[in-house]
């Protein structure tokens, strides 16, 4: 049996850190590595709830969407919109090849507003 408060502990206090550094390398125009940090936040920020509802270690899994899904997460169509688009920053740190378009400041600006606000809400799912 696991320690399900240890875990979730683990997993918020990760996403925490990883909010930190996705503002600050997008305080400093890093916007590839920023939105990568961005989807850390929310994929370790699900992870917390899987944890407590499944009452088991989380899976070893990227996917935004399968993960909140399997965290029995009822997300609103933007929001799981919002998870779609920070899927297509979560390679850059796997695949050298792979390049995605970058959005503008301004969208990007969004993002990490909306990726506190997702943050915020999974954290009072616990």
């Known amino acids: 049996m696991i320690n399900v408060q240890k875990q979730i502990d683990y997993w918020i206090n990760g996403a925490e850190d990883d909010l930190i550094t996705a503002d600050l390398l997008l305080k400093e125009k890093r916007i590839l590595h920023g939105l990568f940090f961005c989807h850390l936040v929310i994929e370790k920020a699900i992870k917390a709830p899987y944890?407590?509802?499944?009452?088991?270690i989380a899976p070893r899994s990227h996917n935004l969407i399968y993960l909140s899904e399997k965290a029995k997460l009822d997300l609103e169509d933007d929001l799981q919109i919002f998870?779609?688009?920070?899927?297509?920053?979560?390679?850059?740190?796997?695949?050298?090849?792979?390049?995605?378009?970058?959005?503008?400041?301004?969208?990007?600006?969004?993002?990490?507003?909306?990726?506190?606000?997702?943050?915020?809400?999974?954290?009072?799912?616990?």
Do not use: A, S
Request: proline share 6%; charged share 30%; glycine share 4%.
């Open 51 to 56: 944890v407590k509802v499944n009452q088991e």
């Open 83 to 126: 998870l779609g688009l920070l899927m297509k920053y979560q390679l850059q740190g796997r695949y050298p090849d792979y390049n995605p378009v970058l959005p503008d400041i301004k969208k990007v600006n969004e993002y990490l507003v909306k990726t506190n606000e997702l943050f915020t809400w999974l954290k009072k799912k616990l």
